[in-house]
């Protein structure tokens, strides 16, 4: 029997960083990464539409035969995981809850700070998953909406990048948290500004090496795992061109991927909704 | 008979600015202005993407019986206008066209700066409406992908919005330019930034005047201008819920406006393309 790929989905091309982790943690498996580029960002847009999109996308990915959905996506995880997990079989797993469990194992004071964007924030998805592993946790969340932008120009240890870092961070510093999570897959890219801003004293969550073991164990545990010493191929698809997305993608991955190829999920669910009016 | 309104278009909230030109210019005018905010921006995005989309909405304005499209979006205009035009049988104003008009009209040295989206630059639209119109102007230009989220997080006269700018602009002032095209209809919230960065002797010229006046002009031309002293209605539609473009509008067009729908464009265009299948 073939075995079945893992799909993993972004709003663009943040969720490589959790791409990554999946592959050191699991390098035998192949995997699908879909990046919705033609509609990138989804931090700045409502949880309805945001829901909507996700659906499209992991309708599309299960008709390329995967055995388990990593959304990536912190936005869509915060905002689309439940939806998704009522309407489709195979186990989703999301970022949000990997990423707080992380943080709350690592936090002594008992003050965790969460950053994300702003649908993310709003939704309060990472202070709902803390308290749910440990109701004592005081949980203390701000919107960054130009972390985005700053870490896909590139511009991620320049003056303007530390400045916008300080004014976003000081009420977190204020609060005294010693853990804060980098809840948006881009963040990462910042990491040495929003560091030097926090300061030694406090520890700097990602959710992507919690969600690689995760979707290791789930595998695992459903018998799924395919056998150690293959090597997984990788392939990418993007809703807009390729170009952008691998630029930038080298960026995140630090060496060069594999074919990058379009697809149209309009037409893809557009597809899907004539089939059903049959 | 009913008088038609007047179409206008943008990928989000910044268009208002054109519409307010158009509200100054032709009072008795009914408009109809669509912001696609699910799928905005575009000025990262590919112009095949940006096509389809512009392509999209023209439809659903036309559904809607206008007898003027204004392309609000100057990556849209950039990209995708001659497309449009081609396609479509109504009048399409674009605001690449007003503006190189209008900088072409300003500048004394003959170096003309422009300034907007990665999408809108890389099209060198701008610089050959700028020399059709003179070839013997200068055109310098430079993308500033951060200025659009800096104007929505409303960061327009900071610390960061200065050294972005100063970054940005560094270039241009360099080349001695007299005259900067604000060639993105979000720049104008940050006039002020800009005009410090630049200096008193450059003068900053945005495209939305001179579009109206275009618009009037068309009107007046083809008989299809309604007559003074009536005041037109104005209708929002957006692809998103319209609760943000609500909360900036009112932040560009300086006070309330009417009630805001929310339109799915995938929907619109999946009905008609299975109409084209029958």
């Known amino acids: 029997m073939a075995w079945k790929a893992i799909g993993i989905f972004d709003s663009g ?90 943080a709350a194992a690592v936090t002594k004071s008992g003050k965790v700070g969460v950053i994300g964007t702003t649908a993310t924030v709003a939704s309060s998805a990472y202070t709902k998953a ?17 972390f985005v932008p700053l870490a896909e120009e590139g511009w991620v240890d320049n003056e303007v990048a530390r400045l916008t870092a300080g004014i976003y961070l000081e009420d977190l510093k204020k609060h005294g948290v010693d ?27 990602d959710a992507a090496e919690q969600t690689a073991l995760t979707v290791a164990g ?4 459903q018998g799924l795992l395919r056998p150690k010493g293959e090597r997984g191929n990788h392939h990418y698809y993007v809703t807009d061109i390729p170009a952008g997305f691998i630029r930038i993608g080298n960026r995140f991955l ?9 697809v149209n999920l309009e037409q893809e669910q557009q597809e899907e909704e004539v089939e059903e009016t049959d």
Chains 1, 2 share one sequence.
Do not use: W
């Open 13 to 102: 091309v943040g969720g490589l960083t959790v791409l990554k982790e999946v592959v050191r943690a699991l390098p035998q498996e192949d995997t699908i990464y879909l990046g919705d580029t033609a509609r990138v960002p989804y931090g700045t847009k409502s949880p309805e539409t945001v829901v909507r999109y996700s659906r499209q996308i992991t309708r599309y990915l299960l008709s390329r035969d995967i055995k388990v959905l990593v959304v990536a996506c912190n936005t869509a995880s915060a905002v689309a995981l439940s939806a998704l997990q009522q309407e489709f079989s195979i186990p989703i797993v999301g970022v949000i809850e990997p990423g707080a469990r992380a």
């Open 130 to 146: 803390i308290k749910r592993i440990n109701p004592e946790i005081e949980v203390v969340s701000r919107a960054c909406p130009l």
């Open 179 to 205: 853990t804060l999570v980098l809840g948006c897959t881009h963040y990462p890219i910042l990491r040495k500004v929003i560091a030097e801003v926090m300061g030694p004293e406090v520890t700097l969550v």
């Open 218 to 221: 789930i595998l695992a545990e």
């Open 254 to 262: 630090g060496g060069d991927f594999g074919d990058v190829y379009q």
